[in-house]
């Protein structure tokens, strides 16, 4: 690949054709220009993707609110579920007698 290159570039720098534009040609050259292209095109797509992605959350959390919450599967989350319910009824109980 080395020897290919600078092949590449001294039948551009020594070209009567193309001499005078051999900092511009070659597949160094190239894939420089190939790179810089891509990035500004990345960089110019980047917020419509962030855009759709928080979309996205915003979409899925909704819907998992409308689900409700997740089942407990183990002995603390079970308990800090029944303290949650617990305090819940305490709470709305202490409205009813306080006649809210």
């Known amino acids: 690949m080395v020897s290919a290159r600078r092949k590449e570039h001294e039948y551009f720098a020594t070209?009567?054709?193309?001499?005078?534009?051999?900092?511009?040609?070659?597949?160094?050259?190239?894939?420089?220009?190939l790179s810089k292209h891509l990035e500004s095109v990345i960089m110019a797509r980047i917020p419509s993707i962030t855009s759709l992605i928080n979309k996205s959350i915003d979409e899925?959390?909704?819907?998992?609110?409308?689900?409700?919450?997740?089942?407990?599967?183990?002995t603390g989350a079970q308990l800090n579920i029944i303290l949650e319910l617990c305090?819940?009824?305490?709470?709305?109980?202490?409205?009813?007698l306080d006649g809210g």
């Open 87 to 96: 305090r819940a009824f305490d709470r709305i109980f202490k409205e009813q």
């Open 15 to 33: 070209s009567p054709d193309y001499g005078y534009l051999s900092s511009k040609m070659g597949s160094e050259y190239l894939a420089k220009l």
């Open 60 to 74: 899925l959390e909704s819907e998992m609110d409308h689900f409700g919450r997740p089942i407990a599967v183990d």
